[in-house]
């Protein structure tokens, strides 16, 4: 696992398993362009999260904003295992400009 420091608050980058995500105050998990709840990673974390509150703020958000952009983030409640749960809606391979995608999507934080 990697730390980075960014302004006192401290970032852990690492691959693997997630375990014990309750330790963290925020947690970067991937999405698409409607925030529905598809892939293997995302629907564990949003079951994991429980009563759905983080998804029932996803379905709120796209009713306003339609779609979230490639290379953007939302933020909604954590539900039960983390303050903080970031959508990253991540570029995907073959439709171009994935470096600039894959930097846009970092730095929106």
Not at 44 to 73: D, F, H
């Amino acid at each position: 696992m990697n730390q980075l420091t960014i302004i006192n608050s401290i970032i852990d980058i690492f691959t693997g398993y997630l375990t014990n995500i309750e330790q963290y105050d925020a947690i970067v998990i991937p999405t698409n362009n409607r925030l529905l709840p598809s892939g293997d990673l995302r629907c564990r974390i949003l079951r994991k999260a429980g009563a759905a509150n983080p998804q029932v703020e996803c379905n709120r958000i796209i009713y306003k904003i339609t779609q979230v952009s490639v290379g953007s983030s939302v933020m909604t409640s954590g539900g039960y295992i983390t303050k903080y749960l970031i959508h990253t809606n991540r570029p995907r391979l073959g439709q171009g400009n994935e470096a600039k995608k894959l930097m846009l999507a970092t730095w929106n934080l």
